[in-house]
């Protein structure tokens, strides 16, 4: 079974900092693309920032210059490095990986069950 686990969310207040990390466990032969996604109250889940297996990335307009997505392939972990923090990032955050499990010949898609961020004005 894959299973991720995301931490480091919280209440901060606008302009502060916040870093998330997403580690993936289970017997897992390989990640290729893992991303960061958030949904605020109400609202459609958004893409956030993606980086694939050989670290490009890609990040949505509402977060460039202020988000850094990163990961370590060798702790199967990423990471969203998170600054000048406005009221509008306000939501949960889920992790996605694209898996490729031991006992599975393809990948699938796996979710983390979310991380609350809170940014106060």
């Known amino acids: 079974q894959v299973q991720l686990v995301e931490s480091g969310g919280g209440l901060v207040q606008a302009g502060g900092s916040l870093r998330l990390s997403c580690a993936a466990s289970g017997t897992i032969v390989r990640i290729e693309n893992m991303g960061w996604y958030r949904q605020a109250p109400g609202k459609e889940r958004d893409l956030v920032a993606t980086?694939?297996?050989?670290?490009?990335?890609n990040y949505a307009d509402s977060v460039k210059g202020r988000f850094i997505i990163s990961r370590d392939n060798a702790k199967n972990t990423a990471y969203l490095q998170m600054t000048a923090l406005k009221p509008e990032d306000t939501a949960v955050y889920y992790c996605h990986a694209d898996v490729r499990p031991s006992w599975l010949p393809k990948f699938y898609d796996y979710w983390g069950q979310g991380t609350q961020v809170t940014v106060s004005s």
């Open positions: 980086i694939t297996n050989g670290g490009d990335t």
